[in-house]
């Protein structure tokens, strides 16, 4: 058996810099935005310097990394925020340049690296040509961060690149980003918008979003996976559906509740898991019973997580097909060959 981890993070020194200029230009219209990256750019010492470090390199860091820890194979994409908080032309080169490198160290690596497609939303037909040349280049999926300038994957601007998405079969991975402008402030308060609490929420609305506005109505075919154990949402499913439901059928039903059928059905067929950041017992083992054994795959959420620390705590999960968890899934989800 070999051991894929499929939610590893990368940046290019240009995003790096990048990111950079728009926090020395305030960051206007992304909070948090500083607490995010600033620790992770703006310092040389202590976790930020080593994260910082790890997240460019595409090569002897890593692979040290994953040998000392028995990780065959990354799936590698993008860092949050990605290039979604730059502007669309900016953040589209960006994107391409990311897409580029990243299928290089792929070809060096075949065995040991495959990755996601960058895009940047805000240009959705440009992205959804990438989402086609990054298959071309040997990518296996897509890598989107979560919401774009405060806007979340239902609204019908983003479409093209789900049509692209379900075109080519390739997976959709959603993962987070500091909250949305407008749900920051009572979160940022406290810091909670990050890793703490922030992140999930955030991702779990966005996917939510796409549930319930009949984004797989439209997209039947659509495969997304969420990070995080699904970033919570296996554990609501049970009431999300009697509300969905009730709300459904009420005389006055909610009009922005489109989707035909309950939430977890689109949940059960159209969304997988990784169980980056959480490779803790009880609540993996409550996931693959709600969700089955063929929808969670193992991830680190390398170089933001301990490495041995989730290897060791991902093995110590008490019932599972191994198998499965960190290989054959992967290998169906995001067709992996090598
Ligand atoms: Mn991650």
Request: net charge negative.
């Amino acid at each position: 058996m070999k051991k894929i981890a499929i939610e590893e993070a990368f940046a290019t020194e240009n995003l790096v810099t990048a990111w950079r200029a728009m926090l020395a230009d305030g960051a206007p219209g992304e909070p948090g935005m500083a607490q995010h990256l600033g620790r992770l750019i703006n310092t040389n010492r202590g976790w930020g310097a080593q994260v910082a470090e790890r997240l460019v390199d595409l090569g002897p860091i890593r692979l040290a990394e994953m040998d000392a820890n028995g990780i065959d194979m990354q799936v590698i994409a993008i860092t949050s925020p990605g290039v979604q908080c730059l502007d669309a032309d900016t953040g589209s080169a960006l994107a391409l340049e990311a897409n580029d490198i990243l299928a290089d160290a792929v070809a060096a690596h075949p065995t040991r690296f495959t990755g996601l497609t960058a895009v940047q939303p805000l240009a959705p037909k440009t992205a959804a040509r990438e989402i086609e040349r990054g298959a071309e280049l040997g990518l296996k999926g897509i890598m989107i961060n979560s919401h774009t300038k405060g806007e979340y994957l239902d609204a019908a601007s983003y479409w093209p690149i789900l049509e692209a998405a379900e075109a080519l079969d390739t997976p959709l991975y959603i993962h987070p980003r500091p909250a949305s402008p407008a749900m920051m402030a009572p979160m940022f308060e406290r810091h909670l918008e990050g890793s703490m609490f922030g992140f999930q929420t955030e991702t779990a609305v966005c996917a939510l979003r796409m549930i319930v506005a009949g984004i797989f109505d439209r997209f039947p075919k659509l495969r997304v996976v969420l990070g995080h154990l699904g970033e919570g949402l296996p554990f609501w499913l049970d009431r999300m559906d009697r509300i969905y439901s009730r709300g459904k059928n009420a005389t006055d039903a909610y009009p922005f509740w489109t989707a035909k059928r309950l939430p977890s059905e689109y949940f059960l067929e159209n969304i997988w898991m990784s169980s980056s950041g959480h490779n803790w017992d009880p609540a993996v083992r409550f996931v693959e019973e709600v969700a089955g054994e063929d929808r969670l795959m193992f991830a680190v959420d390398y170089p933001y997580e301990d490495c041995k620390q989730q290897v060791d705590q991902a093995e110590g999960v008490t019932a599972r097909n191994p198998e499965k968890f960190y290989e054959l899934t992967a290998r169906k989800v995001f067709n992996i060959t090598a």
